[in-house]
């Protein structure tokens, strides 16, 4: 089978992968899914003519000659009824920041500028009018459009949508992901291993990266190596969940049976990508839901979820920003590779120098076997078909830590 350029592969996955159906979730559960229309203010913000001091409400031509006296005639606290509070000539109300500003006052003279004498307040300041009001509509007013569609909502956005009044928002829903291993090799928990036996990292790892992107993880289990238990745990994933991510069975081996059950069950593609790792991929819709075949490898099936589902499950939440930060990093230390027609996709870590530039350097063993390692990175390289990069020489790198943008 030829080898198929990444960017290829990518674009016939993110064709499938449509928005998922937009609905209204409660306020709370909305942080991080993004909004499908915009969202327009319906009342004032803040609602009423209020303080931002403490301090006293006043008429500012009462203050013109300071130190004034002025009989105090009444206090106001946040959440006060102003409605028997008036503010006449030669008057002050005491006030509280948040408190409504009484009828007859237009200025508020700070607390720290005054001196009080039982139900007499000395004002040491020349107010103006306005001086610490903050006007009804200030923030917003109706019509106003708070949060454009396509936005990622963040706590400061929801604190904006309650001020309003708002319990549900229309959003993309968060994809439900179904995880599923497969391997007669695979175990789990921490028994004594047989001859032949490993334990199975790529689903904790999958289910992870799952929930770390903003998605919702299922786990569908670890299933042996058989095509009727394979079938049974896809279509269990199916009926429950909007995509499905699979590890092992997608190469060209007498046992990998993921490849054989999707074949059945839907439309699958399978390509072998012209990058290392991760160079097999098996893809398509089963039941109209994107499903991805990973390789099992762990480190491939990392990097494969990485550049393929991620993204494709960003498209399906609605996100406009698919991919992961690519920046111009600096090579610190030699990345030395042979030509093989691939591009290489070297685990790396990855920091911001002094001067502002991004530089790389390689961590620990770079097979698709070696997790350790490329636990301890943070980005990949994106190191060209050839014989490597040089020490200072310049890469592309995927920064794989840090939030994405919208």
């Not at 990622?152 to 291993?181: D, E, I, K, M, N």
């Not at 049976?257 to 160079?279: F, N, T």
């Amino acid at each position: 089978m030829s080898l198929t350029p990444l960017e290829d592969v990518q674009a016939a996955v993110l064709r499938e992968c449509l928005p998922l159906t937009a609905r209204a979730v409660d306020l709370q559960d909305a942080l991080g899914c993004v909004t499908s229309m915009p969202l327009e203010a319906e009342e004032l913000v803040p609602p009423f003519d209020n303080t931002a001091m403490d301090g006293f409400a006043v008429q500012a031509v009462d203050t013109t000659d300071p130190p004034v006296e002025l009989k105090i005639v009444g206090t106001l606290a946040a959440g006060a009824d102003p409605t028997d509070v008036q503010v006449g000539e030669g008057q002050a109300v005491r006030i509280m920041t948040g408190a409504p500003l009484p009828t007859g006052a237009d200025a508020v003279v700070m607390v720290e500028r005054t001196r009080t004498a039982g139900d007499v307040v000395v004002i040491e300041h020349h107010a103006t009018a306005g001086d610490h009001v903050r006007r009804a509509g200030d923030d917003l007013q109706p019509g106003d459009v708070v949060v454009d569609a396509g936005t990622v909502l963040t706590p400061a956005h929801l604190g904006v949508l309650a001020s309003l009044g708002y319990q549900r928002v229309p959003v993309f829903p968060r994809p439900r992901v179904g995880v599923l291993s497969t391997g007669d090799e695979l175990v789990e928990g921490a028994g004594e291993l047989r001859p032949g036996q490993i334990r199975d990292s790529n689903r904790p790892t999958l289910l992870a990266l799952v929930r770390q992107s903003g998605f919702t993880p299922v786990d569908l289990g670890l299933v042996r190596d058989d095509e009727r238990a394979i079938g049974a745990a896809v279509e269990r994933g199916l009926a429950s969940c909007d995509a499905l991510v699979t590890s092992g069975g997608v190469s060209v081996g007498d046992f990998d049976y993921v490849k054989a059950v999707l074949d059945r069950l839907g439309s699958m593609r399978s390509w072998q990508v012209a990058i290392r790792p991760a160079k097999p991929l098996a893809f398509g819709t089963v039941q109209g839901k994107p499903v991805f075949g990973l390789p099992g490898n762990p480190v491939s099936s990392l990097v494969s979820f990485e550049l393929f589902a991620r993204p494709a499950l960003r498209q399906m939440a609605g996100h406009r920003r698919l991919f992961r930060r690519q920046v111009d990093a600096v090579v610190a230390e030699p990345i030395r590779r042979r030509p093989d027609g691939k591009l290489h996709l070297v685990r790396v870590l990855a920091a911001v120098g002094e001067d502002g530039r991004w530089r790389v350097r390689p961590v620990g063993g770079q097979g698709s076997h070696q997790l350790a390692a490329a636990a301890a990175a943070n980005a990949l390289a994106l190191v060209p078909d050839g014989e490597g990069a040089a020490a200072g020489s310049t890469v592309k790198a995927l920064v794989l830590s840090g939030d994405d943008p919208s």
